[in-house]
């Protein structure tokens, strides 16, 4: 039971992620490696503010978080939309996304280093027993928060103008504008929102295991797979596909090794776009809604 347990707390934070990405995937079409930096910087960001700043930690949170929102505000408004303005093609986008990963990986080392740094506030004894299995308070407030997370942002794409203009933007920007959206602020407010929810993850994670200048990959290749299991282009499929993947690799903990673990993950990947590219609850066809 506590691999199960274990299961769902990895595939919550790999729900977080893969919804924050497909945020900002779905309108945009290019895979975005640099959101694994801006995963990280919330984290480092909520570090410093509450060790090196003494802030309080609330403080220190909502500091992060808006640092991670205007880290991806930033990266669409002066170099995402320039090179799209400029006829870069996805290929494009994508090696300058990988490249601007690199950079900020590396800064945040030679700023940090690479020892993992403990933001833990709530002691590890303060756990509860579910079923044999403890939990931790945190590990509950990562699980608590995907719930919510997820649940407000479908409703948000579902039943807001908001959102019905981002899914309008993602299934074809051209009619899109035609119809009067503004094309470009919708995209500029997926990469602010999408980046402030992986901000929300990479402070969850830094809580329960600290943080290291490389985290934000290991989420974000977590993140991706999941998406694309349950389904790119919906929100609920994702959270089950973060779920699915998290309980197989725990279980695949179980009885193989955890050295085993990323191996899981990428093997299932494997399988999924052989047999079922769309996810388990995607659709053939294109879609637009998020």
């Known amino acids: 039971m506590q691999f199960v347990v274990n299961g769902i707390i990895t595939g919550s934070i790999y729900a977080l992620v893969g919804i924050s990405f497909a945020l900002i995937y779905v309108p945009t079409k ?21 060790v090196f700043l003494k ?4 403080t220190a949170i909502l500091l992060a978080l808006g640092a991670s929102a205007l880290g991806g505000f930033g990266l669409e408004l002066y170099v995402f939309r320039a090179l799209r303005r400029r006829g870069a093609t996805h290929l494009v986008l994508l090696l300058a996304s ?21 933001l833990r506030s709530l002691e590890a004894a303060q756990n509860i027993v579910v079923w ?7 590990q509950l407030g990562i699980i608590l928060a995907a ?5 407000s942002i479908w409703v948000t794409m579902k039943f807001t103008r908001f959102g019905k203009a981002l899914r309008a933007v993602a299934g074809d920007p ?3 504008e035609v119809c009067g959206i503004n094309v470009d602020q919708m995209i500029l407010l997926a990469f602010a929102i999408g980046s402030a929810v992986a901000g929300v993850s990479a402070i969850l994670v830094a809580l329960e295991i600290g943080v290291t200048p490389t985290m934000g990959l ?5 993140g991706i797979v999941a998406m694309i299991i349950g389904g790119v282009t919906s929100i609920p499929a994702t959270l089950l596909g973060g779920l699915l993947l998290g309980l197989a690799q725990h279980l695949g903990v179980w009885k193989i090794g955890s050295q085993w673990q990323d191996a899981i993950a990428f093997l299932i990947l494997a399988v999924f ?8 609850f995607g659709k053939p066809h294109k879609m637009a809604a998020i």
């Open 30 to 50: 290019f895979f975005h490696f640099t959101h694994g930096a801006i995963f990280a910087s919330g984290a480092y960001v909520c570090y410093a503010c509450h």
């Open 55 to 58: 802030l309080p930690l609330w």
């Open 98 to 118: 990988l490249g601007f990963y690199i950079a900020l990986q590396n800064t945040t080392s030679l700023i940090f280093g690479d020892e993992t740094r403990s």
């Open 132 to 138: 044999g299995a403890h939990i931790t308070q945190i």
């Open 147 to 151: 719930i919510a997370l997820s649940s």
């Open 174 to 176: 051209k009619l899109a």
């Open 218 to 222: 290991t989420a974000l290749m977590g």
């Open 273 to 280: 776009l052989l047999v079922r590219p769309q996810g388990f």
